[in-house]
């Protein structure tokens, strides 16, 4: 497979992971509109950012789609403005809340989290992430990267 990739066997990819079970490329593709796609959440879900607007409305989709259990996570956690009243929100319509505070962009704090959740997890949802607008000219390094922290 590897010496089918660099021999030019696959077209049009600069980047490709090869396994043993076949080679692959990244594909994003545009979704029709109205088009949820076929996933049915179920079990635990964890929403990274799971208390700001994004993840609120990602977190009123999964409990209406069937998500029993929902761990909303924040820097800040139950203190972050709103917490209490989406969790209220989502409790009415029958489904497990835990708010709890975990800073994406720290490892070893999501791994904490995570192996705590291991046993019924069945999805992570990552909103979480740093708004800091501004025009191209004035991005430095440092914003770039406190941006950038919470999405990788």
């Known amino acids: 497979r590897l010496a089918g990739v660099l021999a030019g066997g696959v077209a049009g990819e600069d980047q490709v992971a090869v396994r043993s079970s076949g080679v692959f490329g990244r594909r994003l593709v545009r979704a029709a509109a109205g088009d949820s796609g ?68 720290d490892r070893d704090a999501l791994r904490t989290l995570l192996a705590a959740e291991a046993e019924t997890l069945t999805a992570v949802v990552h909103t979480a992430g740093v708004l800091d ?17 919470a999405k990788a």
């Open 38 to 105: 076929s996933w049915v959440p179920s079990g635990t879900v964890l929403v990274t950012g799971g208390t700001g607007a994004l993840g609120g409305r990602v977190a009123r989709w999964l409990a209406g789609a069937g998500a029993e259990r929902l761990v909303l996570t924040s820097r800040r956690g139950a203190d972050a403005p709103g917490a209490a009243e989406l969790a209220a929100e989502l409790s009415e319509l029958g489904v497990d809340v835990a708010v709890v505070a975990c800073d994406a962009a």
């Open 133 to 149: 607008d501004g025009v191209l000219e004035a991005l430095t390094p440092e914003r770039f990267e406190s941006v950038l922290r």
